[in-house]
């Protein structure tokens, strides 16, 4: 959840760590931190957005070739000042940063405190960093290898990289369930958690795998083993990142631009898949696993969050076109209720990060009961896309505001696409149908352009509705996982409390909440289910609810109804939920621009989570 970047080499660190660190802000922003060494050892450290570090830091001393830095997402210990990283060791000799839980820390304090360590923060990462001291003091070895042993004595997730006082052409990074990548420059040595802070001076990178550590030195060696003490190949990779997708390019947030996105990102993820002239879709991750998606007897889709709506709607779309059972878990559920799993299962992991750590856990339990497994992913080299069997990227770009849009979408439309293969595979819909849904699948970033050229109706309605406490969702099939995606980005971002409901379960206990201030959202595109929800729409008002009705282009019959009416072009339904989902993002983002509230970094969230 936290950001770490580091630089070792020919250039001042200063300007490239507080550089990074806004980079990685949408990891956290609790507080923020840097240390430089030039002689001495320099550590700033603020509790605030990273902005704030900045202004502090402005009037000190900056100088210095090899530093550290971090922006806090905080676990242990309140977000201030003293719980700021880096955290220093007693004696001041080694710094350093961390992303992750130390779950045994307090044993180690414990004895620590004994040996005489002092400690000033409430942090697990306090902790770690005076373990290492204590290694390297006790055993006389060089910090690496301190390093190395006192990571043998830890149970948890880490990513750190640590400073050593007294060697100024050194730097040791590792990593275990988070994320960490180490750039290669011409200039020298850059470690960070995504490759945002790199990408602007180096496009060569060296992904991190569990339980390895890294040694980079001034002189351009680089020396990486594992835990057990075992040198590793370098294998080096091309950062897959262009430097304007982390930029705002005129937009006022990066949700915004985001959003704005969809029509290209969605087009990204059909690139070289999708063959109108041959009406086919290609997956290179899935013609590896062909045979076990034609055997297999059950789909588990496992996700997070927005993932688990695009699971969802997975499970809609290959039930109806596939006619293989899916069952989608949220992760940290399904990690922990002992699941029946054979090998006649794939379990598909949906991760934007591809770092979050329920989903990587619950992969890990799956691969151990023989399932295969099967990722969904964003960000290339990540965890999830290395660990899987096979996957599939969606190529939706970086994506820097907190709260998933394009990722979403992007999700969707490569399910939407492995759904269409399968059928064709399994023969499981008609060649009509078939034809129907590929030509309506590649119109879909055209007609995603046309609901973004229409905003104007979605900014009036939410000057209507910004002051509304609670707010309901509501759909049926493919768009009762919509109505939830749209609660969610309601809540995530403007602080208003919203649920998603099937449609007809509102009889069933919501309706109660129903009066002139409640605010219902319904997504009313489906016309196998049209009948219903005009009744549901009926029932509303009746209760003198207001309704927001996003409806087919020419709708008549529920705008008629409805207070406001959002309308979006016309596609075959499986394919409704990559439209509707568009004025659900737009809505609650106006809302939470006229509220006030920060869209791109949302309170107590964090964009990746990579602890439990």
């Known amino acids: 959840m936290c950001g770490i970047v580091a630089y070792l080499g020919k250039n001042k660190a200063y300007p490239i760590l507080i550089k990074g660190l806004k980079r990685l802000e949408y990891r956290g922003y609790d507080s923020a931190g840097v240390a430089i060494l030039n002689g001495q050892l320099n550590i700033y450290k603020k509790r605030g957005k990273v902005q704030e570090l900045e202004n502090f830091v402005h009037t000190k001393n900056k100088s210095g070739s090899i530093g550290i830095g971090h922006t806090r997402w905080a676990t242990h210990g309140k977000p201030n000042d003293t719980n700021a990283h880096p955290h220093v060791s007693s004696s001041g000799r080694f710094t350093l940063v961390h992303n992750g839980i130390i779950e045994n820390y307090a044993v180690i304090k414990e004895a620590l405190e004994k040996l005489g360590h002092v400690f000033t923060s409430d942090t697990d990462t306090e902790v770690l960093v005076n373990l290492i001291e204590e290694i390297h003091t006790s055993e006389q070895l060089p910090v690496e290898e301190a390093v190395r042993i006192a990571l043998t004595k830890v149970v948890g997730a880490y990513a750190i990289v640590v400073l050593d006082a007294e060697n100024p052409n050194k730097l040791v990074a ?26 602007e001076y180096t496009k060569k990178v060296v992904y ?6 890294v040694t980079l030195h001034r002189n351009g060696e680089i020396c990486i083993k594992s835990i057990d003490n075992e040198v590793q190949s370098l294998f080096i990779q091309e950062l897959e990142m262009e430097l304007e997708a982390l930029e705002k390019g005129g937009y006022e947030s990066f949700m915004l631009k985001e959003i704005h996105e969809q029509t290209k990102s969605i087009t990204a993820c059909m690139r070289g898949r999708l063959n109108l002239e041959e009406l086919t879709i290609h997956l290179g991750g899935v013609q590896e696993l062909l045979p076990k998606f034609m055997e297999a007897e059950r789909l588990i889709i496992i996700g997070c969050g927005t993932s688990w709506h695009a699971g969802l709607i997975g499970e809609y779309l290959i039930e109806d076109l596939v006619r293989i059972p899916v069952e989608v878990e949220y992760a940290s559920e399904f990690r922990y209720r002992n699941p029946i799993l054979t090998e006649k299962d794939i379990v598909i992991a949906i991760s934007q990060s591809g770092e979050t750590a329920d989903t990587l856990a619950a992969l890990k339990l799956a691969k151990e009961k023989g399932a295969t497994t099967f990722g969904i992913v964003n960000v290339v080299g990540s965890s999830i896309a290395r660990f899987t069997d096979a996957g599939c990227y969606i190529h939706a770009g970086p994506e820097i505001g907190v709260a998933s849009t394009k990722a979403f979408t992007g999700q969707v439309t490569l399910l939407s696409m492995l759904s269409l293969l399968l059928a064709k595979e399994r023969k499981t819909i008609s060649e009509a149908y078939y034809k129907s849904l590929i030509l309506s699948l590649a119109e879909i970033p055209k007609k995603v352009e046309i609901v973004l050229k229409n905003t104007a109706p979605i900014k009036d309605i939410a000057n209507q509705i910004m002051n509304a406490s609670n707010a309901l969702y509501l759909g049926r099939g493919y768009n009762f ?10 809540k995530e971002i403007s602080y208003i409390h919203a649920e998603g409901y099937p449609a007809a379960e509102m009889k069933h206990g919501p309706i109660a909440l129903i009066d002139e201030n409640m605010p219902l959202i319904v997504i009313a595109t489906n016309r196998s289910a049209y009948e219903k929800v005009t009744s549901n729409v009926q029932e509303v008002k009746a209760r003198k609810g207001i309704v927001i009705a996003i409806v087919l282009q020419g709708d008549e019959e529920i705008s008629e109804l409805a207070d406001y009416a959002i309308e979006i072009p016309e ?33 107590n969230l964090a964009k990746s989570v990579t602890v439990e």
């Open 208 to 213: 991190l795998k569990d339980e390895e550590i």
């Open 481 to 490: 996982p919509v109505a939830l995606e749209g609660a969610l980005k309601l």
């Open 571 to 603: 596609t075959e339904e499986p394919l409704t939920p990559l439209l509707a989902s568009i004025p659900l993002q737009l809505l609650s983002y106006h809302i939470a621009n006229l509220r006030g509230c920060n869209v791109d970094q949302p309170r």
């Open 174 to 199: 590792a990593r275990q369930s988070s994320p960490l990548v180490v750039g290669i420059g011409a200039d020298g040595f850059y470690v960070a958690s995504d490759g945002t802070p790199i990408v």
